[in-house]
């Protein structure tokens, strides 16, 4: 887990680069995908803007209608 950065903060930060990264996405929809990726080891090990940064470098590579 990165220190110092609690549960609330990680997600908010993790929701804010989403934000940055994809203007259009409706804040309320993906606050529970960053509070999901927050419980889940592999994502919270990163800094929180890495994880949704990675997130959406992948979605970005994937060929669509897979």
Same mark, same amino acid.
């Given at each position: 887990?990165?220190?110092? %950065?609690?549960?609330?903060?990680?997600?908010?930060?993790c929701?804010?680069?989403?934000?940055?990264?994809?203007?259009?996405? /409706?804040? +309320?929809?993906?606050?529970?995908?960053?509070? /999901?990726?927050?419980?889940?080891m592999?994502?919270?090990?990163?800094?929180? +803007?890495?994880?949704?940064?990675?997130?959406?470098?992948? /979605?970005?590579?994937?060929p669509?209608? %897979?």
């Amino acid at each position: 887990m990165v220190d110092g %950065v609690d549960d609330g903060t990680w997600t908010e930060r993790c929701l804010a680069r989403m934000l940055e990264l994809d203007p259009e996405l /409706d804040p +309320e929809l993906a606050r529970p995908i960053a509070a /999901d990726m927050c419980t889940r080891m592999r994502w919270r090990l990163m800094e929180p +803007e890495a994880a949704a940064q990675l997130v959406f470098d992948y /979605d970005t590579k994937k060929p669509r209608g %897979v």
